[in-house]
């Protein structure tokens, strides 16, 4: 089945940076738009950017926009989410799934902290 493998968050500043990755396998990953959605204590998951399967077309949630970036590179059946000027309300939990039903099994998530 297919496995999605987030990797790359971690503790970080307020005004910080990270770049989150999704490792995808087992799927046609070149015919699926992808996104990030993540998840806080007592929240529920929420989509935070999504990215064509060209990656020619890519939406970011309000929160979000004009701070992270989603890209992709088909040849290495990779997703990323660059996140800069983090805030302590961008701590959650960071996922990568298909942008649209059926979703696939969840992976691990990676977790984000941004605290001073």
């Known amino acids: 089945q297919v496995q999605l493998v987030e990797s790359g968050g971690g503790l970080v500043q307020p005004g910080g940076s990270l770049r989150l990755s999704c490792a995808v396998s087992?799927?046609?990953?070149?015919?699926?738009?992808m996104g990030w959605y993540r998840q806080a204590p007592g929240k529920q998951r929420e989509l935070v950017a999504t990215i064509g399967a060209s990656g020619g077309t890519t939406n970011h949630a309000d929160s979000v926009k004009g701070r992270f970036t989603i890209s992709r590179d088909n040849a290495k059946n990779m997703v990323y989410l660059q996140m800069n000027s983090l805030n302590p309300e961008d701590s959650a939990v960071y996922y990568c799934n298909r942008d649209g039903a059926p979703m696939f099994p969840w992976g691990q998530g990676t977790q984000v902290t941004v605290s001073s």
């Open positions: 087992r799927m046609s990953f070149s015919s699926n738009a």
